[in-house]
């Protein structure tokens, strides 16, 4: 499994967390191992010994994430309930993803160089299929993409903070779009994602039988992804990071008394969640 993938599985197990319900939540959260092993298997084309080599490491690393992890995560997320400024708290969480990713790729390189050519194909084949939610011309164009991006976001922060101000839903719709009516942003933004799956994917393809290069390259990766990137990779990525700050400030800013307790209810009922999964992985050590 490669870096960019171990980093999609922790970040999708994330954004799980935040955008589903309380209760989905809990169900994401005590079945952790069916839903990995699922998402592996369906990217990766496991066979049953490859699934038992990915629960195994599984489970080192979930146990070493709690150990090592946690309980940062679940500060990171309380302090949210009371910030007026996200950016130091994006920080927080990207380092500690690094962190965390180098770690996984550690724990996966025995699988991941152990994939054949058939496999690293089909890994490329679905990282190609989710990269379409992100291309205007896989949306209907453009605008299409955005209004369903503006929904999609506008759902979240609904969830978060209840009913949202006429501001707020303008930020949402226009934050960021104002001097690009063309969709240059959308398609620098899936150029990016291109170079930083393709690059991996020929780590990937080099590490056959080798893990421990797979290890050091996935390592470097996580660490300082800027390094296996061309100049316009890197750009991009700095700009992505701009941009969500800004318009994350902006809306912060804006975040009405109501609005605030209704956030701090949502934060309180996830930290409660992940205290109860700690609770769980240390009972199984």
Known sequence: MKARTIRKVIFFGIAALLVTACSMRRVVLDNYRWFATRLAVSYLDLSSSEKAIFQTALEAYVKKFQAKYLKETISVVESVAVASNPIPIFERLEAQLRRASMDACTDFAPLAAGLDPDQIERLRGKLSERDEKFDPDANGGVGALRKKQFHEGREMATRWLGTLTSNQEDRLENGGHENDADGHWERDYMN?????????????????????????K???FAENQDQFLSDVGRQTRVRMRDRRNALSLELFAQIQPAQRIHLRGEITALANDLRAWSEQIAKQQ
């Open 192 to 216: 990016y994602r291109t170079e930083s799956q393709g690059a991996f994917l020929r780590i990937l393809t080099d590490s056959h039988g080798n893990p421990s290069f797979f290890e050091k």
């Open 218 to 220: 996935c390592r470097q």
